[in-house]
């Protein structure tokens, strides 16, 4: 599975963004799709999953109520809208894919991941 991972830039705060991760290479029915962060100086966390038949979803604490993962079978794609956006969610985000059942939050059970794509977020 390759991913690649598009859409950060900078915003104020109380403003969205939508970031996108392309999904090409193997079949990826069964695979769950998780969005992470990493902020300078801190570990990366994880933010959302999901599976792509879309049947659960969970996402961290902090990001609850105002972040949404969803994915376009068309596309290929899988989708984080970020909505009501604070500084403290300044970081770069990556995704990742894993063939483990659920949604894995961890990042060591991820094994395939994009490249990061930096959001911004001004006070």
């Known amino acids: 599975v390759q991913l690649q991972a598009s859409g950060g830039g900078l915003v104020q705060a109380g403003g969205s963004l939508r970031l996108s991760c392309a999904a090409s290479?193997?079949?990826?029915?069964?695979?769950?799709v998780g969005w992470f962060r990493q902020a300078p100086g801190k570990e990366r966390e994880f933010v959302a999953a999901?599976?792509?038949?879309?049947?659960?979803?969970i996402y961290a604490d902090s990001v609850k109520g105002r972040f949404t993962i969803s994915r376009d079978n068309a596309k290929n794609t899988v989708y984080l809208q970020m909505n009501s956006l604070k500084p403290e969610d300044t970081a770069v985000y990556y995704c990742?894919?894993?063939?483990?059942?659920?949604?894995?939050?961890?990042?060591?059970?991820?094994?395939?991941w994009g490249q990061g794509t930096e959001v911004t977020v001004s006070s």
């Open positions: 999901m599976r792509w038949s879309g049947v659960s979803t």
């Open positions: 290479g193997r079949t990826y029915s069964s695979i769950a």
């Open positions: 990742a894919a894993t063939y483990l059942l659920g949604t894995p939050t961890v990042v060591g059970e991820y094994d395939y």
